[in-house]
C-alpha cells in the first residue's frame, strides 16, 4: 500500500510539474491532494493512516528530484505542504512531522542527494507549518527531528552523524530545541 502511494505521488509531481510556470506551487498543490486522498482513504479502509504521509513526501520529493528540482529546495516546500494538509483534514501535526521528515531523508538516500541539508529543510519546513497551523513548534521540531535521524540511522554509516551535525550547525533552526531533541532522540536507543 505504501509503495502505491509512493510511485503515485512520484507520478503526480512529474505530470503536475511538466509546462508548469509554478513549478513549487505545482509540487505543493501535488502534495496536498495526496495527503488528503491518503488520510481519507486510510479512514474509510483502515489502512496507511499517518504513515501515508511518509509515503506521499517520499514520492514528491523523489518526483520533484526526477524532474531537476533540487531535492534540498523542494523539501522545505513538501514537508510545510503535507503538515498543513494532515491539519486541515483533522490529523495529528507532531505524527506527521515525523513522518514527514522521515519520508524526505528516506526519498534524499533514494536519489542521492545531500540528506544532510534536506534534514535541515525537512525540520524547518516542519517548525514553520506547525507554527501556522497553531500546533506546538518544540514538539514538531522534536517529532521532525526524531524522524529524520531514524531515517539517516536506517542508512548506516555515518548518515546520522552528518544529519546530527548539520541539524545543530543550521542557523535557521532553534540550536535549544535542536539540542533537545538530539539528546532525546539518542537516549532511546
Known amino acids: 500500500m505504501l509503495k502505491e502511494i509512493i510511485n503515485e505521488t512520484t507520478d503526480a509531481v512529474k505530470v503536475a510539474v511538466e509546462g508548469a510556470d509554478d513549478i513549487m506551487g505545482a509540487v505543493t498543490a501535488t502534495v496536498k491532494d495526496q495527503v488528503v486522498n491518503v488520510l481519507k482513504g486510510a479512514g474509510e479502509v483502515g489502512t496507511a493512516g499517518i504513515e501515508g504521509v511518509a509515503a506521499v513526501v517520499t514520492g514528491a520529493v523523489r518526483g520533484a528530484s526526477q524532474v ?52 535541515v529543510s525537512a525540520v524547518d519546513g516542519a517548525i514553520k507549518a506547525a507554527g501556522e497551523v497553531g500546533a506546538d513548534t518544540a514538539e514538531a521540531a522534536k517529532s521532525a527531528v526524531g524522524g529524520a535521524l531514524d531515517a539517516a540511522t536506517s542508512m548506516g554509516g555515518d548518515a546520522a552523524d552528518k544529519v546530527r551535525n548539520a541539524l545543530l550547525a543550521s542557523a535557521a533552526l532553534p540550536r535549544d530545541v535542536i539540542e533537545s531533541a538530539i539528546k532525546g532522540h539518542d537516549s532511546k536507543k
Open 68 to 119: 531537476g528540482v533540487s531535492v534540498v529546495d523542494s523539501t522545505y516546500q513538501v514537508v510545510h505542504s503535507a503538515i498543513v494538509s494532515v491539519s486541515e483534514t483533522g490529523g495529528d501535526v507532531i505524527k506527521a512531522a515525523r513522518e514527514a521528515a522521515h519520508g524526505a531523508v528516506t526519498a534524499t538516500t533514494e536519489t542521492g542527494g545531500d540528506i544532510a541539508n534536506t534534514a
